[in-house]
């Protein structure tokens, strides 16, 4: 054991020790039926750290056939909503007892922060459990005065609607947030009383497994929660193809993202899609330089850029361009970049050499088409699959760099002259998850708002998230919201009933 990990918390050592890790199926750990696992990485070693099932359709027929009969079980189909709501605290409480355990690993298995990652990714997700909490008290249907034109006049109704859980949940989280995403999905699903199949990313496993023992610690019943692991062209296909799936639930790239829509549409199964982003960021000419450096180098290189909504394009007028471009590149190379378990280091390694060798190609994409590279533009000479954050700025964001999603550190800077041609250069694109505007002037903001297309439009701020705020995206960015009243109305069918009195 190395210095840096003997520091770790005893919980964190101690869940890394097994290294033969298992999936949580119908309240019991096990492996794959075939016995086949995948390896775990850790990305700033390259160090292979143990292993997790790999499940295939067996196994995910067991997972789905053990949530489908939860539901019907009077320990979990007929507990009140009151008692949801006090399991989803407990719940939470047990997240925040171990919140520096869900972090190590999140760092150690995905790269990012141990320190951003307990405040960020940890404590979004138990104060998403206590919100959803309680609106597990609160689902309610109304009544309704019908007319019946074809009946007589004397004749009597009472009409009203009802709200009821969908059913089954098969949810499928990416490896960029492991532990936040899986938050997002099973806090709605359970307050609206589903049951769930969660199936996460085969890079970022560890943190789902360590939640599903807090979720048997917390009481919740056998087959309610249950967590597969393993790839996505197995493990995931059987499970959104899956018959008895009532909904997906799924966030990662619009390509998959498309794939899976199809699936559901064959079995009518209700969705939910968070899907890719390109989002841009506009930068007015009254705004001050430092302050459009300071947050546009936070909006592209938190979580190593790779965030879906990421400010990995911005428009900037061209009367301080230069200013804001120089200082970015001034904060950029001042990056430390190391181990999510090291205090000093302010950006990790990228999750694999896959996603390493994916957002190099497109760093020599972007010097083929001509656009000026400003710092970074490299992989950093050490072992991890590091990047150095770069800076790209280009008169043309047609280029494929300005358009298509990375997902790493790479930031393109585009000058403008005129707002109204910045906005409509920010909005061509297939995405519309995100936005932002950086100005003191609030009459022209809330001018641009409206025209801006995107799901989440931010003022002088990017990726500020709150659990009472819809998260999702217009066009190829997603169908439906994460977070919000509007998350768990997707986990919710409505019955009209009308009865002759």
Not at 14 to 22: D, I, K, V, W
Not at 153 to 159: D, I, Q, R, V
Not at 215 to 244: M, R
Request: proline share 5%; with cysteine.
């Amino acid at each position: 054991m190395t210095q840096r990990t003997s520091n770790l918390d005893s919980k964190t050592q101690a869940f890394l020790a097994r290294q033969t890790h298992r999936m949580l199926i119908g309240g019991d750990w096990v492996d794959a039926l075939d016995d086949k696992r995948i390896q775990v990485e850790n990305p700033a070693e390259e160090t292979i750290i143990g292993s997790i099932p790999s499940a295939h359709s067996d196994d995910v027929h067991k997972a789905v056939s053990c949530a489908k009969n939860a539901l019907s079980q009077d320990d979990w189909g007929r507990m009140r909503p009151s008692a949801r709501q006090n399991m989803l605290l407990k719940l939470a409480d047990l997240i925040e007892r171990d919140a520096r355990t869900i972090a190590e690993l999140e760092a150690i298995d995905n790269g990012k922060s141990a320190a951003v990652a307990q405040a960020v990714d940890v404590g979004l997700g138990l104060e998403f459990f206590r919100y959803m909490a309680g609106w597990a008290t609160k689902i309610e249907g109304s009544t309704l005065d019908v007319s019946m034109p074809f009946l007589p006049p004397e004749a009597e109704f009472s009409a009203y609607t009802r709200r009821e859980p969908v059913g089954v949940v098969a949810a499928i989280i990416p490896w960029n947030f492991p532990f936040l995403m899986a938050c997002w999905k099973l806090a709605p699903a359970l307050a609206a009383g589903c049951t769930i199949v969660l199936k996460p990313a085969e890079q970022t496993s560890l943190s789902a497994l360590y939640l599903g023992e807090l979720i048997g610690e917390a009481g919740f019943p056998d087959g309610v929660v249950n967590i597969v692991t393993g790839d996505g062209q197995t493990t995931g296909s059987a499970l959104v193809s899956h018959p008895d799936v009532n909904k997906i639930s799924f966030t990662g790239s619009t390509e998959v993202g498309q794939i899976i829509g199809r699936a559901a549409m064959d079995n009518m199964a209700r969705v939910t899609l968070e899907l890719g982003g390109k989002s841009p960021m506009i930068v007015l000419a009254d705004c001050d330089p430092e302050k459009a450096a300071q947050g546009t180098a936070a909006a592209i290189f938190f979580n190593q850029g790779q965030t879906c909504s990421a400010g990995s394009r911005v428009y900037i007028h061209r009367s301080i361009f230069d200013t804001v471009v120089d200082r970015l590149a001034e904060l950029a190379e001042a990056i430390p970049l190391g181990s999510g378990l090291d205090p000093d280091a302010q950006m990790g390694p990228l999750v694999s050499q896959i996603q390493l060798d994916r957002v190099c190609s497109y760093i020599e994409k972007g010097r083929q088409e001509g656009a000026r590279l400003v710092t970074g533009g490299e992989r950093a000479d050490r072992k991890g699959y590091y990047v150095k954050p770069t800076i790209f700025v280009s008169e043309d964001d047609s280029i494929v760099i300005a358009k298509e999603e990375i997902f790493g550190p790479v930031l393109v800077a585009i000058p403008f002259d005129n707002v109204d041609d910045a906005v409509d250069r920010a909005n061509d694109s297939r995405y519309g998850l995100a936005a932002s505007i950086w100005s003191n002037d609030l009459s022209q903001v809330q001018t641009l708002i409206p025209k801006l297309k995107a799901g989440t439009v931010w003022v002088n701020g990017h990726n500020m998230l709150d659990a009472n705020m819809p998260f999702g995206g217009y066009k190829l960015s997603g169908v439906g919201r994460d977070m919000g009243k509007q998350s768990l109305d997707s986990y919710l069918e409505t019955k009209a009933v009308v009865m002759a009195l």
